[in-house]
C-alpha cells in the first residue's frame, strides 16, 4: 500500500525556515489563516518553493531517512561518470550497500573520506568542475547516508553541477529529472529498488 508523505506548517516551523522560505510556504497554504496542524503534502512544497526548499523540509519527517539516504544516492549516480575516479565508484557502491544493510557505518565513512579524497585531487590536478562536482556529489550521498536529509540536498546540487560542464540545458534537465524523482517518493512514500547505474 503506498502512502502520500505529510507534513504540518507546525513541523516546518520548528526547524526555523528561512524567511523567505516560510513566507512562501505561508502563501501557499492559506495565508494568514494557515491552519499551522493541518497536514499537506510535502511534494506541494515543491510547487510552491521548488527543490532545495523541499530536500531542507525533509529534516523534519525522521521517520523517512531511508527514503532520503536513497534519493541522495540516485542523485550522485546519475553522473558518476562525470568523476572518472574509481574511488567515487566504490563510495556509491558503499553507499548503495549501506541504505540496504549491508555496509557498516565505518566502511561508509571510510568510503566517504575517499570521494574526498578524490575531489581534492581533481582540484591539485585541474580536472573539469564536472570531475570534482561529481566526486563531491558521491560524497555528500556518504554524508546523507550517515545524517539523511541534512545532506540529500547537497548531493543534488553537485550533481546538477557536475552535469553542467556541457550546457545549461543539461544541468536543468537534471533539476529535473531529481524533482521528478523526488515527487514519484514523496506521493507514493515509496521507492525503487537501488540498481546500480554505474
Not at 575516479?85 to 565505518?106: F, I, P
Amino acid at each position: 500500500m503506498t502512502t502520500q508523505i505529510m507534513i504540518t506548517l507546525n513541523q516546518i516551523r520548528k526547524h526555523d525556515p528561512s524567511v523567505e522560505s516560510w513566507s512562501k510556504l505561508i502563501k501557499s497554504n492559506g495565508g494568514t489563516k494557515a491552519d499551522l496542524d493541518k497536514e499537506f503534502p510535502v511534494s506541494s512544497i515543491l510547487d510552491s518553493n521548488g527543490l532545495k526548499d523541499t530536500l531542507w523540509a525533509l529534516r523534519c519527517l525522521p521517520e523517512y531517512e531511508s527514503l532520503w539516504r536513497k534519493f541522495s544516492w540516485w542523485t550522485a549516480a546519475q553522473v558518476v561518470d562525470n568523476a572518472n575516479d574509481y574511488r567515487v565508484n566504490q563510495c556509491l557502491e558503499v553507499v548503495k550497500q549501506y541504505c540496504e544493510g549491508l555496509a557498516t557505518a565505518e566502511e561508509l565513512s571510510a568510503a566517504r573520506l575517499a570521494a574526498l579524497s578524490g575531489a581534492e585531487l581533481s582540484v591539485l590536478s585541474g580536472a573539469e568542475l564536472s570531475a570534482r562536482s561529481a566526486a563531491l556529489a558521491a560524497w555528500s550521498a556518504a554524508l546523507s547516508a550517515e545524517s539523511a536529509a541534512e545532506s540529500a540536498a547537497l548531493s543534488a546540487a553537485w550533481s546538477a553541477r557536475s552535469a553542467a560542464r556541457s550546457a545549461e540545458s543539461a544541468a536543468e534537465s537534471v533539476r529535473l529529472a531529481q524533482e521528478a524523482r523526488l515527487r514519484n517518493i514523496l506521493d507514493t512514500g515509496e521507492y525503487y529498488e537501488l540498481a546500480s547505474t554505474f
